[in-house]
């Protein structure tokens, strides 16, 4: 939301500077402040005058407009927007305006046609074609996307914003370069540009450049140190580099700030189990799961640690529930064949390894003859059998 207010307050500061236009209002600069009680207080106050009409009415109508999405109000900007355009139908700025609040609400049909509309008044709005194209990226129509923020970069090539999310689109579409080339003239203009340094960390990371990565999930987390997912993100890093206590450390901070997310408790149980830590790393599974009970992965990944610790009935418990959750998961059908095998039921153990044969999971038979686990029912006339196909 911190972005919406801040490309409102944008656009309002290029409707400020319209010459000729509201010279006596008071009430914009309210919202420039971002005093926006004070603002439609005023706003009101000059409405109400009668000494305002025809297009300066209109645009002290913009002005509330602005002040009621700097509250979050939505309902009543969209109402003062509609007023605004009624009495100013030429004004682009506040197609832009209303298309901003649509886009907020996520109505992106109507936010698209807003900003249409203000492109044709004035082919040249950048804060139009910006967020035009923002809406073709959240909907990922990425070719038109990456030709409304062209445009915009192209008259304004100082815009950071619209650098990001062009970065934000050539990353979704597989271009990782020309991102981290966008990401890199974005972070020159503006040092603390917050999409770029997620952007770039991201790409960074899944390149496996951990250093860089690192730099740039530093000043994330300095900028927005409530921002929880570059927290795990962040952990990840730090785990790939085997700086486990660090990680830990990250991931409690993304607890404390969300403690509703299973993916973090997920995530630092996993670390635990590299640390070495199962009683830890269990605790922290079994968390998990009563956040989301039907997360097949998250019942796998407890049975694989039940396996570890031979809790071979727990383990063949959870893997079935996976296996309820998602029938054709072939990994917890192979686990579960595994476990079977070690709790010496070879009739089950032969089952699922058949199913498993079947589904494709198990493309050579010779890998069980390697596998330790199986050892317990070698002598059964089921694997016999099974070998034997």
């Known amino acids: 939301m911190r972005f919406f207010r801040t490309m409102a307050l944008f656009v309002l500061a290029l409707l400020i500077s319209m010459p000729g236009i509201c010279a006596d209002s008071k009430c914009a600069g309210f919202v420039a402040q971002r005093q926006f009680q004070k603002a439609i207080d005023e706003c009101t106050g000059e409405i109400g005058s009668g000494k305002f009409s025809g297009k300066e009415l209109g645009v002290i109508y913009g002005y509330r407009a602005f002040a009621y999405k700097g509250l979050g109000n939505a309902e009543k900007s969209i109402e003062d927007f509609n007023r605004a355009i009624s009495l100013y139908p030429d004004g682009d700025l506040m197609y832009v305006g209303r298309g901003q609040v649509y886009e907020a609400r996520r109505e ?45 970069v192209e008259l304004d090539p100082k815009n950071a914003r619209a650098l990001s999310f062009r970065g934000n689109t050539y990353a979704a579409t597989g271009l990782q370069q020309k991102a981290l080339e966008d990401y890199g003239k974005a972070l020159e203009l503006k040092p603390k540009e917050f999409l770029s340094l997620l952007g770039r960390g991201l790409i960074l990371k899944k390149l496996k450049h951990y250093e860089e990565a690192l730099v740039d999930y530093d000043l994330l987390i300095e900028i927005a140190p409530g921002f929880w997912q570059a927290y795990l993100d962040r952990a990840d890093i730090n785990a790939s580099l085997k700086k486990y206590d660090k990680a830990i450390q990250d991931l409690d901070k993304a607890i404390e700030i969300n403690p509703g997310q299973a993916l973090s408790y997920y995530k630092r149980g996993l670390i635990y189990v ?99 686990d199986f050892d317990n029912i070698r002598g059964s006339a089921c694997y016999r059998e099974f070998m034997a196909e």
């Open 274 to 372: 590299f640390d070495h830590k199962p009683d830890k790393a269990l605790k922290d599974f079994n968390r998990a799961i009563e956040i989301n009970p039907d997360n097949a992965g998250l019942y796998v990944t407890r049975g694989a640690l039940y396996k570890e610790a031979a809790l071979y009935g727990n383990a063949a418990y959870d893997i079935k529930k996976a296996l309820e959750l998602k029938p054709n998961d072939l990994s917890a059908i192979m686990l579960l064949a595994r476990i079977e095998a070690l709790r010496k039921n070879a009739p089950e153990a032969c089952k699922w390894l058949k199913t498993a044969y079947e589904k494709g999971g198990l493309r050579d038979t010779n890998i069980i003859i390697r596998e330790k």
């Open 108 to 152: 992106f049909a109507k936010a698209v046609e807003d900003f249409s509309k203000a492109i044709e008044i004035d082919p040249k709005s950048v804060p139009a074609y910006m967020h035009r194209g923002i809406v073709h990226y959240y909907e990922k129509r990425y070719d038109m996307a990456l030709k409304d923020l062209g445009k915009a």
